[in-house]
């Protein structure tokens, strides 16, 4: 058997699907695993749910500066390294699995592996020194240093390293100087068993005749401040009452976002539901017509596969995106892409599917279908379960075929 630490620092793990699937995928395949991540409310500080040991930390209350998160990053790192070593006397772990961002894990990795053998793989889901770029300006010259070097030593550190896409594989080959065969592609993608059948909320359902959804974090690389914008132009400037919006998540910006919401009239027409519990996530998406991934162009986002994207496709809603770079190559012509990236032209992609119901359900077959046949778990799942079978021979069962595994519901609109 072997014995895994997952580490988190950017969410509960609640909320995050991807190491939630990995997680899983390895439970599967006999691994024991145990994760450390920060503490939502009302969680526990420790349970163990489906065969999966979690241990919790607090972090302080947190804005959007940098300052905070200088201090959030610092709080994390002292804490898990604290359960890490508690983790290490009381069940032991034969490898250390990072989640970035940010880049600082290999820090407390490093003396496990060299004490002790530990295998260390490193979890490239965001490319840091670009998020930083995009969101505090390219001005702090020592700070992109910084950030470099931290991203070269998760790399060197890593015995293997698992890359969202393509784009993040060529990073860690051309920066992080890997050799091929120590990176590999396992991309997002939803997992059939997290998308049962469920019932729409008649609450969202009452928005609107047609109703625009968001999922994912509120912070400012996201794009957030568009959707609202989005929202503001269909409203008022082109009199749609009769579409609604909802965001489902939370982040650095939402305190912000709910102001904003006020000062431009929307308090009526945008619902802000928060961080929900998974069932009601689903709840609430299937109540939506279109949702849209308003992620701007930028060094980060071109290059990134967004799970909002995924989670969309899997249950069967068109979807608006900016034409990315990587957003093209998990959503192909699935996706009605803006021609410009301006909100303009975002709000006219999500009204020109409004108003062509055929065009719409065209999209919603074509969203889940896609995830059916290329993009969902059971697609990748294996690549990530060889990933360990190389590090640790012959200590993993194979991973069942989940290629059967059935996606229920049938896409149209939710009206």
């Not at 976002?257 to 998974?278: F, H, I, P, S």
């Not at 919603?364 to 778990?377: D, I, K, S, T």
Request: hydrophobic fraction near 45%; glycine fraction near 8%; charged fraction near 25%.
């Amino acid at each position: 058997m072997i014995r895994i630490l997952f580490l988190i620092e950017d969410g509960s793990f609640l909320f995050d699907n991807r190491v939630r699937r990995e997680a899983r995928t390895l439970r599967d395949a006999g691994a024991e695993v145990t994760v450390i991540c920060p503490r939502s409310p009302g969680e526990p500080w420790h349970d163990v749910s489906e065969g999966i040991r979690v241990y919790r930390y607090p972090l302080p209350p947190l804005t959007a500066g940098f300052a905070s998160h200088v201090l959030e990053y610092l709080v994390s790192f002292c804490a898990q390294t604290l359960l890490t070593a508690w983790v290490a006397w009381r069940h032991g772990f034969d490898a250390i699995h990072a989640a970035n961002p940010p880049d600082l894990m290999w820090l407390i990795a490093l003396p496990y592996r060299i004490l002790r053998g530990t295998r260390f793989v490193f979890d490239h889901h965001d490319l840091v020194p670009e998020l930083f770029e995009d969101r505090f300006g390219t001005s702090r010259v020592r700070l992109a240093a910084i950030m470099r070097f931290l991203e070269r030593r998760s790399f060197a550190l890593a015995h293997h390293v698992v890359s969202t896409n393509e784009h993040y594989r060529g990073v860690a080959l051309a920066r992080g100087g890997k050799r091929p065969e120590d990176v590999t592609v396992v991309r997002n993608g939803p997992d059939a068993r997290d998308f049962p059948a469920a019932a729409a909320d008649q609450r969202i359902r009452a928005l609107g005749r047609i109703v625009v959804g968001y999922l994912g974090n509120m912070n400012p690389q996201d794009g957030v401040d568009r959707f609202f914008a989005v929202a503001r132009l269909i409203r008022h400037k082109h009199g749609r009452t009769d579409i609604g919006f909802v965001m489902v998540g939370g982040g650095d910006c939402f305190a912000d976002l709910k102001r904003l919401r006020g000062e431009l009239g929307l308090t009526d027409a945008v619902a802000m539901t928060g961080r929900l519990a998974w069932p009601e996530v689903l709840a609430t998406l299937r109540a939506t017509d279109i949702c849209v991934q308003p992620d701007p162009p930028g060094r980060l986002n071109d290059r990134s596969t967004m799970n909002k994207l995924m989670d969309y496709m899997a249950l069967g809603r068109a979807v608006v995106a900016y034409d990315l770079a990587e957003t093209r190559v998990s959503g192909g012509d699935a996706v009605c892409y803006a021609p410009d990236s301006s909100i303009e032209a975002l709000a006219a992609a999500v009204l020109s599917i409004a108003d062509d119901p055929t065009r719409m359900a065209e999209l919603q077959r074509a969203g889940l279908e896609r995830v059916r046949n290329v993009l969902g778990w059971s697609h990748q799942s294996h690549r990530l379960v060889e990933v360990y079978a190389k590090l640790f021979p012959g200590r993993l069962s194979p991973v069942a075929d989940a290629s059967a595994a059935e996606w229920v519901g049938a896409p149209g609109s939710a009206s």
